[in-house]
């Protein structure tokens, strides 16, 4: 029985096989650089305090770490983006209150603590997703939720998704996945199958290779999304980041690194100009 990471590489070589609207150019696999080595941001996350704090911090942070199909319609952050001004507001919060009551977050709650209109979607799905953390941990603290995976990246990322249903991101495990990455990032545990993990399939990733030649999308696809116009959460954009995870497994192969750490450099690298002056795809989704 394969396990979740087994499972997502299956999955997305299965549609980027028989994908009709995104094609991988194996010939511009050499166009994409190593970065730095992969790193929270000290300041926009809350990284300062003991182990269980900022454990749970992360287990917040990834539980709302979702959105991108609305991040247009934020009021962001100066210099920030959409994620970043979620990490930072929710990362001042855990330093001046210390964490939410998860149990009983509302969309208002949320919506102060990331300095949003109560009345943005945004603010029920984030306060929804907070609640849900709040039942699957249970009694127990964040390190002790941790500890059920046994020190393995993928079994956690595989009680996240049983256990919530804003991580039961079929085929892909985004969300899933990048907890135990940012646990370890963090520095507040440790797993000895890291490496087994794909990249996070996002908009982003799929969007930097696009610009770099790797990812080609019908001329169809490509109107739309340049157009702004929203995709939905199947279909072509599924291929997308299907397409993104397999091509990412030959790079990562390539450069004789983790996908995880590919998933880094390529995700910093859309922070730049050159990257953000071209529209990437947006969906409403909570799966990324």
Request: proline share 6%; charged share 25%; hydrophobic share 45%.
């Amino acid at each position: 029985m394969p396990g979740l990471c087994d499972s997502v590489r299956a999955a997305c070589a299965e549609i980027a096989g028989s994908a009709l609207s995104v094609q991988i150019d194996l010939d511009a696999l050499g166009r994409v650089e190593p970065g730095p080595a992969p790193e929270l941001d000290p300041e926009r996350h809350f990284l300062e305090g003991d182990a269980e704090e900022v454990a749970m911090y992360m287990l917040a942070l990834d539980s709302i770490n979702f959105g991108s199909g609305w991040f247009p319609t934020l009021h962001k952050r100066q210099g920030c983006s959409g994620y970043f001004t979620v990490a930072w507001g929710l990362a001042d919060h855990f330093r001046a209150r210390g964490p939410l009551d998860l149990r009983s977050v509302s969309p208002s709650e949320i919506a102060g603590v990331l300095e949003q209109a109560p009345e943005h979607p945004l603010m029920e799905l984030y306060a929804r997703a907070l609640r849900d953390l709040g039942e699957w941990l249970g009694e127990e603290g964040a390190l002790a939720a941790v500890a059920r995976g046994g020190g393995s990246a993928e079994r956690l990322a595989s009680l996240l998704a049983a256990g919530m249903p804003f991580f039961d991101d079929r085929g892909f495990y985004k969300r899933a996945q990048i907890v135990p990455n940012d646990l370890a990032l963090a520095g507040v545990a440790s797993f000895d199958d890291l490496d087994r993990l794909t990249i996070f399939a996002d908009n982003l990733v799929p969007h930097v290779l696009r610009v770099d030649g790797v990812l080609r999308y019908s001329s169809s696809l490509a109107a739309r999304i340049d157009s702004g116009e929203l995709l939905a959460p199947a279909g072509e954009e599924r291929e997308i980041r299907a397409c993104a995870v397999h091509v990412c497994e030959l790079i990562a192969t390539d450069l004789g690194v983790p996908p995880r750490v590919l998933d880094t450099w390529l995700w910093n690298l859309g922070q730049e100009p050159r990257y953000k002056a071209v529209p990437r795809h947006r969906t409403r989704t909570v799966f990324y």
